[in-house]
C-alpha cells in the first residue's frame, strides 16, 4: 500500500517572523497515523491545538492563517508546501509565536530540515482525492480549477502589470523529486511600495531582503538577484502545494490556476469540499502482488510515487 509517512524523531529550529520580526523557536516531531498536521502554541496555555484543515482557515491576506477559538498561526503555506513536497502525512508543530518563521521566504530551509531528519512510513494506507468532474471558482480576473487527471499536475500562470515579473507560466507534473528540484527554493516576492506602506502601519516588519524578493518599478532590488529567471511563477505554485495540503490529502488530478492566490485557492478547496459528485476518496495499492488492485489510469502516476517509497 502507499502508506502514510511522519518524520523519523523531533527537530527544533528557529527564525523571524514575518509579520512581528521576532525570534520564533518552532519544533517538528513525529505523529500518529491519522493525525495530520496539528500546531501547538507554546507560548499559550490550554486551548492551543490547532489542526492543519481547510475549515480552520481563517485569513488569506498575505499568508495562510489559521484560527480556531482565539487559536492562530500564521503564514503556514510554506512549511505546508514542504511537507507536501517530502510526501508528510502526520507531524505536529510546535511554535512559541502566532506564526511561522519565515525563513529565506522559500521552503528550501523545511526540505532541509525535513531532508536531514529523514522519514518514516507508517502502517496505514494513505487516502487520495481523485478529481472526477472539472471544478472552478474565479474572482474578479483570477481563475483556479481541477480537472480529472491521471496524475497530480500543476499549471499556473501570473500576469504582472511589472518589467521583470509579467507573465510567466510553469506546468509541472508533481513528484516529491520535480518539487524539490524545480520548486521548493523559489522565494515569495513583494513590491516595495507595498512594503513600505505594511511597515509604516506595523505590519511585515520581519520582511526583509534576506527572506523576500523585492521589486521596486523597474527591478529587483535583491543583490544577489533572481535565483530563476521564473522564481515568481514557482513560488506561486509552492503557495498552491501548501494551500492544497489543507484538504488533508494528496489530490489526483490537474490544478490549473491563471492570476490566483491563497484567497481563491482557498475558495476552490471549499467549493470541492461540497461538491462531493466531483471526487472521490480512494487508497492504492502497490507491488507485483497487488498489480490487479490498481487502477490501470495510474500507471503514470505511480511512475512518479514509487521512488518515494
Ligand atoms: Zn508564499
Known amino acids: 500500500m502507499y502508506l502514510q509517512k511522519t518524520i523519523r524523531t523531533k527537530v527544533?529550529?528557529?527564525?523571524?517572523?514575518?509579520?512581528?520580526g521576532r525570534k520564533v523557536r518552532m519544533s517538528i516531531a513525529p505523529a500518529p497515523v491519522d493525525q495530520g498536521v496539528i500546531f501547538v502554541r507554546k507560548d499559550m496555555n490550554g486551548n492551543n491545538t490547532i489542526k492543519a484543515e481547510l475549515t480552520n482557515?481563517?485569513?488569506?491576506?498575505?499568508?495562510?492563517t489559521l484560527g480556531?477559538?482565539?487559536?492562530?498561526?500564521?503564514?503556514?503555506?510554506?512549511?505546508?508546501?514542504?511537507?507536501?513536497?517530502?510526501?508528510?502525512?502526520?507531524?505536529?508543530?510546535?511554535?512559541?509565536?502566532?506564526?511561522?518563521?519565515?525563513?529565506?521566504?522559500s521552503a528550501l530551509p523545511f526540505v532541509d530540515i525535513l531532508k536531514n531528519i529523514g522519514f518514516a512510513f507508517q502502517d496505514k494506507p494513505r487516502n487520495f482525492m481523485v478529481i472526477e468532474k472539472p471544478i472552478s471558482v474565479s474572482d474578479g480576473e483570477g481563475e483556479a480549477m481541477f480537472v480529472p487527471s491521471p496524475e497530480f499536475t500543476i499549471t499556473y500562470d501570473i500576469d504582472f502589470n511589472h518589467p521583470v515579473v509579467k507573465k510567466q507560466s510553469f506546468h509541472m507534473t508533481f513528484s516529491n523529486d520535480v518539487y524539490e528540484r524545480e520548486i521548493c527554493a523559489a522565494r515569495t516576492f513583494g513590491f516595495l511600495r507595498d512594503v513600505?506602506?505594511?511597515?509604516?502601519?506595523?505590519?511585515?516588519?520581519?520582511?526583509?531582503?534576506?527572506?523576500?524578493?523585492?521589486?521596486?518599478?523597474?527591478?529587483?532590488?535583491?543583490?544577489?538577484?533572481?535565483r530563476c529567471s521564473d522564481e515568481f511563477v514557482k513560488h506561486k505554485v509552492l503557495d498552491a502545494i501548501g494551500d492544497l495540503y489543507l484538504l488533508g490529502m494528496p489530490i489526483i488530478g490537474h490544478f490549473i490556476a491563471y492570476k490566483s492566490?491563497?484567497?481563491?485557492?482557498?475558495?476552490?478547496?471549499?467549493?470541492?469540499?461540497?461538491?462531493?459528485?466531483?471526487?472521490?476518496?480512494?487508497?492504492?495499492?502497490?507491488?507485483?502482488?497487488?498489480?490487479?488492485?490498481?487502477?490501470?489510469?495510474?500507471?503514470?502516476?505511480?511512475?512518479?510515487?514509487?521512488s518515494v517509497r
Open 68 to 105: 480556531t477559538n482565539g487559536t492562530t498561526v500564521s503564514t503556514v503555506e510554506h512549511l505546508l508546501s514542504a511537507f507536501s513536497g517530502m510526501g508528510i502525512s502526520n507531524a505536529t508543530v510546535e511554535i512559541d509565536s502566532f506564526e511561522i518563521p519565515i525563513m529565506d521566504g
Open 57 to 64: 482557515v481563517s485569513d488569506t491576506t498575505l499568508a495562510t
Open 196 to 226: 513600505e506602506y505594511l511597515q509604516a502601519r506595523g505590519l511585515a516588519l520581519g520582511g526583509s531582503l534576506k527572506n523576500a524578493v523585492v521589486l521596486d518599478d523597474e527591478k529587483v532590488i535583491n543583490k544577489e538577484g533572481l
Open 261 to 306: 492566490g491563497h484567497k481563491l485557492n482557498n475558495l476552490l478547496l471549499r467549493e470541492l469540499l461540497v461538491r462531493k459528485d466531483c471526487w472521490r476518496i480512494v487508497q492504492y495499492s502497490i507491488g507485483d502482488q497487488q498489480e490487479e488492485a490498481v487502477d490501470p489510469s495510474m500507471h503514470a502516476f505511480w511512475a512518479n510515487v514509487a
Open 12 to 20: 527544533n529550529c528557529h527564525g523571524i517572523g514575518l509579520h512581528t
